[in-house]
């Protein structure tokens, strides 16, 4: 294991180690507190870069926030790779679901990742009692446009989120093995998420407790939609962590 500098309520890491090293990536911190928990981690300074840590196995696992959307979680990815070479990067949260026959919670570990704004396509590596199947996109855009989605569903796409193939481009060019574990928290058809509920997030995922606010005087009707949202996005959240986590072991 690394050196440590202890701080209040802080471990700094300031050396390498000879063991397997994951880090895992989500998006939102609803989806880093699963991971953590899973974990059962401690909090640590890499560098500037600020992860939960832990041993899984024989892995040394560190996890991370990256942000929403293709921009943001590349830019994280980048920044944290070069504070934490890893053997291994696992993305673990949440994703909107296209196949009407995967329930809420189910956990898909794409064998295909797509780029809907560049049309790259990206292969995660394989791993050990793992089965990947399935195509995830990866769009800067909330979609719901129903002809768009049809044409997504026609191509093979099962579920979409907003990071996986940014973190794919990067791990790719920088020769790091790869995957991602994504679970089903909502689908186009429950018309629980639209334009303002996603204009609720910040850029680094966190809620936006005024425009929160503001939402629920100005659409009381929809308070019960919000209250499903969140019990559904919190057991797929806890889903993909727990597979996530189950992975590193393999190591």
Known sequence: MSPRVHRPGLIVVTGGGGVPRALILAPMRMELRPV??????????VGNEHLHRATVGRADVGAAVIGVGPAAAARATARLLDAWPADLVLVSGIAGGLDPT???????????????STGKRFHPTALSNVTASGTIAT????????????????????????????????????GCAWSAFRAISDRPSDGLVDDTVFAMLKPDGQADAGAAARFVVTHPWRIP?????GRDST???????????AACAQL
């Open 36 to 45: 953590a928990r899973a974990l059962r981690s401690e909090r640590v300074v």
């Open 139 to 174: 769009s800067d855009e909330l979609i719901l446009d129903d002809e768009r989605l049809a044409q997504m569903r026609s191509d093979g796409v099962i579920a979409v989120d907003m990071e996986t193939a940014a973190v794919a481009e990067v791990c790719s060019a920088r």
């Open 225 to 229: 939609r919000l209250v499903r949202l």
């Open 102 to 116: 995967l329930g809420i919670g189910t956990v898909i570990v794409p064998d295909t990742v797509v780029d809907r």
């Open 235 to 245: 057991l797929a959240a806890r889903r993909a962590a727990d597979a996530a986590v």
